[in-house]
């Protein structure tokens, strides 16, 4: 799951931040991240850091199979950022044994939980209710 590509993006959620990558040609976001750009074939990237708001695309109840230091079942949703692009993130706080866990269309925030001194993964929860 670490690699030189993905470096970035978890150094990313140890400080708190979302980030995505960046083409430092053309400026195109993507996620998830890779060595050249899809759109220009140029190896030059950075990232953004995004605002950790979304929207639930679909989702998924996870029951099995076990996923490590997990209980299940999980909520895995695909995520459109606001951004523009989509990412998978596990979703807390809801109840994922309910008929419906969440709704298509749900604010999303993002949130980080920290698993040990290497890793900390983005979660997400439902975004509170505001103007
Ligand atoms: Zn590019």
Redesign the pocket.
């Known amino acids: 799951m670490v690699n030189r590509d993905s470096a970035f993006f978890w150094e990313g959620t140890q400080k708190g931040e979302l980030r995505i990558q960046t083409?430092n040609?053309?400026g195109?976001l993507r996620h998830p991240p890779g060595p050249a750009?899809p759109?220009?074939g140029?190896l030059d990237r950075g990232y953004v850091v995004a605002s950790g708001h979304g929207t639930v695309f679909s989702y998924v109840v996870h029951r099995h199979p076990p996923v490590p230091g997990k209980e299940l079942p999980i909520v895995i949703a695909l995520i459109d950022l606001d951004e523009g692009l989509r990412m998978v993130g596990e979703v807390r706080d809801v109840a994922a044994d309910g008929a419906d866990p969440i709704a298509i269309g749900t604010r999303l925030r993002v949130d980080f939980d920290r698993i040990d001194d290497e890793l900390t993964l983005p979660v997400w929860r439902r975004a509170e209710e505001s103007g």
């Open positions: 083409c040609a053309c195109v750009c759109s220009c140029v």
